[in-house]
């Protein structure tokens, strides 16, 4: 969720340093860092019922789910971002307890202000990632999940799900209903049109 810009250029290093203590998280992108801005109450409750779907089916495996707070390094760019959701089944990331680089999966939820970064530049970013497998993306105004998942020959084929579809996200092997991802999230293009 890139709101800002904040800074002029700096480095990887003086921006993690930076990171630990600041009280806003920043996105960094080839040296400017970019603040983020807040989350409405359905954002945070998809990304809390997708972090808490995956960590129960996860549990015992050796993967990792995180959210919100955990910065995604893109090695082959000069790159941080902070996922809604990320999955690391990579035995490379336990050494790092402030960033992860191999991720197998990242769930990131839209909002108007990020939605075309987080489909367009965002997402070219994230194939640069070796280990991503799936990049899902999740509607807050609809019932709506666009999972882009790399195919045998390395393309990225992209599979939509809506009301009553089985979500399979098969980076983890895991099976969820559009139901369960939006359980207790109020869409508020359905509340305006009844007003």
Not at 98 to 113: A, G, N, R
Request: with cysteine; net charge negative.
């Amino acid at each position: 969720m890139v709101a800002n810009q904040s800074y002029s250029f700096i480095s990887p290093e003086e921006y993690l340093a930076a990171e630990e203590t600041s009280p806003i998280k920043h996105e960094y992108i080839d040296g400017d860092v970019f603040a983020m801005a807040g989350a409405s109450d359905a954002h945070v409750t998809i990304s809390l019922n997708c972090a808490s779907l995956l960590k129960a089916h996860l549990r015992g495996t050796g993967c990792r789910v995180f959210m919100v707070d955990m910065k995604a390094r893109l090695n082959k760019l000069n790159r941080f971002f902070y996922p809604d959701v990320m999955v690391t089944c990579d035995e490379r990331d336990r050494s790092t307890s402030l960033i992860k680089s191999y991720p197998c999966l990242i769930i990131e939820v839209l909002s108007d202000s990020t939605e075309a970064f987080d489909r367009g530049d965002k997402f070219a970013d994230y194939q640069e990632m070796e280990t991503l497998m799936e990049y899902v993306v999740i509607s807050q105004t609809k019932q709506r999940l666009d999972c882009f998942r790399r195919n045998e020959e390395g393309f990225w084929v992209l599979q939509s799900y809506k009301p009553g579809d089985k979500v399979h996200l098969k980076s983890v092997d895991f099976y969820t209903t559009i139901e369960e991802i939006y359980e207790d999230v109020v869409i508020e293009d359905a509340i305006a049109t009844m007003q």
